[in-house]
């Protein structure tokens, strides 16, 4: 079929079901994912992601539907997306399809989770016993192996190039993309007064160079107002705090108005 049907197609909204089925057939499901649902996208070279209101923690431990949280993460994602990549970040995002969907690169995905951390919170403090909120002399990089079945362990670098997940140089671009990719989002949520606090990146090899993968949300990294230091992200969800979605609108709203 035609580039220009298939696009039409896809501009026409599907209701979910058809989305899950295949908008006029068109859209495989090659993966299902927690949060998100990746379809086969306009020929060999893409993807479509489809973006759900599936809210999980603990490993798929904690589950609920957020009614719109798909929209809200995708307007958030897209709109650091198109701002990173203003500032020169190779990213996998082709184009906007609608309100939960967006067609991207395909890439093989890098199975390690970067954490960048500059602010002690989540996972860092309980591992190492310092308070939510401590500063940190430097900023944290850290990685996880992307893995469900073992509950996404922590991995150092030559644990990582011991198992062949990524080459040396590969790794040291990824830790350089995220250090110049936290200080892009560090301006820019400074200017919306939140404190980006910690967040999980993914890369991706496509046209032999790494790209940014996935979705930047409030799923993906700890958000504080900045004067409050309310939680404006998944912890809400994970803490069980209500107003789950006020802080994923809030985050939005600011960044519209940034
Ligand atoms: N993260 C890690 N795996 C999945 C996600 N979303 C993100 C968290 C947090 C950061 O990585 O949302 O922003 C660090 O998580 P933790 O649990 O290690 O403190
Ligand atoms: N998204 C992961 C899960 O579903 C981890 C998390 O964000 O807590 O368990």
Same mark, same amino acid.
């Given at each position: 079929?035609?580039?220009?049907?298939?696009?039409?197609?896809?501009?026409?909204?599907?209701?979910?079901?058809?989305?899950?089925?295949?908008?006029?057939?068109?859209?495989?499901?090659?993966?299902?994912?927690?949060? &998100?649902?990746?379809?086969?996208?306009?020929?060999?070279?893409?993807?479509?992601?489809?973006? !759900?209101?599936?809210?999980?923690?603990?490993?798929?431990?904690? &589950?609920?539907?957020?009614?719109? !949280?798909?929209?809200?993460?995708?307007?958030?994602?897209?709109?650091?997306?198109?701002?990173?990549?203003?500032?020169? /970040?190779?990213?996998?995002?082709?184009?906007?399809? @609608?309100?939960?969907?967006?067609?991207?690169?395909?890439?093989?995905?890098?199975?390690?989770?970067? /954490?960048?951390?500059?602010? =002690?919170?989540?996972?860092?403090?309980?591992?190492?016993?310092?308070?939510?909120?401590?500063?940190?002399?430097?900023?944290?990089?850290?990685?996880?192996? !992307?893995?469900?079945?073992?509950?996404?362990?922590?991995?150092?670098?030559?644990? /990582?190039?011991?198992?062949?997940? =990524?080459?040396?140089?590969?790794?040291? =671009?990824?830790?350089?993309?995220?250090?110049?990719?936290?200080?892009?989002?560090?301006?820019?949520?400074?200017?919306?007064?939140?404190?980006?606090?910690?967040?999980?990146?993914?890369?991706?090899?496509?046209?032999?160079?790494?790209?940014?993968?996935?979705? /930047?949300?409030?799923?993906?990294?700890?958000?504080?107002?900045?004067?409050?230091?309310?939680?404006? $992200?998944?912890?809400?969800?994970?803490? @069980?705090?209500?107003?789950?979605?006020?802080?994923?609108? $809030?985050?939005?709203?600011?960044?519209?108005?940034?």
């Amino acid at each position: 079929m035609k580039k220009s049907l298939i696009f039409s197609a896809l501009n026409t909204r599907a209701t979910d079901n058809e989305k899950r089925t295949g908008v006029n057939g068109l859209e495989k499901i090659l993966y299902e994912g927690k949060s &998100k649902t990746i379809c086969q996208g306009i020929d060999e070279k893409s993807l479509i992601i489809h973006y !759900k209101d599936d809210a999980t923690a603990f490993n798929g431990g904690k &589950k609920e539907k957020l009614p719109g !949280k798909g929209a809200l993460n995708a307007a958030i994602s897209h709109l650091i997306y198109k701002y990173l990549a203003e500032n020169g /970040i190779k990213t996998h995002l082709l184009k906007v399809i @609608d309100d939960t969907s967006a067609l991207v690169k395909k890439a093989e995905i890098v199975m390690i989770e970067v /954490i960048v951390r500059n602010v =002690a919170a989540g996972g860092f403090s309980e591992k190492y016993g310092v308070p939510e909120g401590s500063a940190l002399k430097n900023t944290v990089v850290e990685f996880c192996l !992307k893995s469900d079945k073992l509950g996404d362990p922590m991995i150092n670098e030559s644990q /990582i190039t011991a198992l062949g997940l =990524a080459a040396e140089a590969e790794l040291s =671009a990824m830790v350089q993309q995220s250090l110049k990719i936290n200080q892009l989002l560090c301006r820019l949520f400074t200017q919306a007064k939140i404190r980006l606090i910690d967040f999980k990146l993914e890369f991706g090899r496509c046209d032999n160079q790494l790209i940014l993968c996935d979705e /930047i949300s409030p799923d993906s990294c700890r958000l504080w107002d900045a004067d409050t230091g309310k939680k404006l $992200d998944k912890d809400r969800f994970r803490r @069980d705090m209500d107003g789950v979605l006020d802080g994923y609108r $809030d985050v939005l709203r600011r960044l519209k108005n940034v």
